[in-house]
């Protein structure tokens, strides 16, 4: 397992605008993972990409994935209120019931 | 996508007494569960990984004997917090991923809020 580092650890910006949050690795990775936390929330699952795949949508978030650099950024297009939440990049060497390690996040605001 | 269901939600105790926290995978069957705690304004902190049918494995630094984790069916995993104290109040939450899918994607719990006094 290795842990991901997110940048920025703080962003913030009004309703509408896009937000973009990247994310760097050390070594080799199966698949890596987007996740939300909401303030005293739960995780919730955003998207996988695996380490094939360069680009994945859903909805109004893009992940971009460039293993030559070992980092990956999300993006979220429109963003909303509800979109405030803390962001983690998840790496994952191996895939199966792997143990999954977190970093610090980045914390998004968005403004109304 | 899986749910995954913790109970209680919240939970205040006295010092001295102790604390059981229920994991379940309410729509998959989950040979590993993995639990996290999360202390105020900190990301979250992998505390064991559990096991059905075995021993769970800790990490570095997690008393084994004071976080009781028993996995005894392919659905539940428990943590018992034994003896707790004010520093072991936090954020628990426990995590699953369904083998059937094929990679390791996790489905988090809502987390239960421990407060001892």
């Known amino acids: 397992s290795q842990q991901g580092e997110e940048d920025p650890q703080a962003l913030s910006i009004q309703e509408g605008e896009n937000a973009t949050m990247n994310c760097s690795y050390k070594t080799s990775i199966n698949n890596l993972q987007w996740y939300r936390q909401n303030s005293g929330r739960g995780l919730v699952h955003l998207i996988l990409i695996r380490s094939n795949e360069r680009e994945k949508h859903s909805g109004r978030l893009r992940v971009t994935l460039d293993t030559s650099k070992k980092s990956s950024s999300l993006l979220i297009t429109a963003s909303r209120a509800a979109d405030t939440a803390s962001y983690f990049c998840v790496p994952s060497t191996q895939g199966g019931s792997e143990k999954l390690v977190f970093g610090k996040g980045t914390k998004l605001t968005v403004n109304p | 996508g899986a749910v995954v269901s913790q109970h209680p939600s919240r939970v205040i105790c006295k010092s001295g007494t102790s604390v059981k926290i229920e994991c379940r995978s309410l729509d998959f069957q989950a040979t590993t569960m993995f639990w996290y705690r999360q202390f105020p304004k900190q990301s979250l902190m992998l505390m064991a990984t559990?096991?059905?049918?075995?021993?769970?494995?800790?990490e570095q630094g997690v008393e084994k004997d004071k976080f009781l984790i028993n996995h005894a069916s392919l659905t539940l995993s428990t943590l018992t917090v034994t003896s707790a104290h004010p520093e072991d109040s936090s954020f628990y939450i426990c995590?699953?991923?369904?083998?059937?899918?094929?990679?390791?994607?996790?489905?988090f719990g809502p987390g239960t809020r421990l407060t001892v006094l």
């Open positions: 995590s699953a991923s369904d083998p059937l899918a094929g990679n390791n994607e996790q489905f």
């Open positions: 559990s096991n059905e049918g075995s021993k769970a494995t800790y």
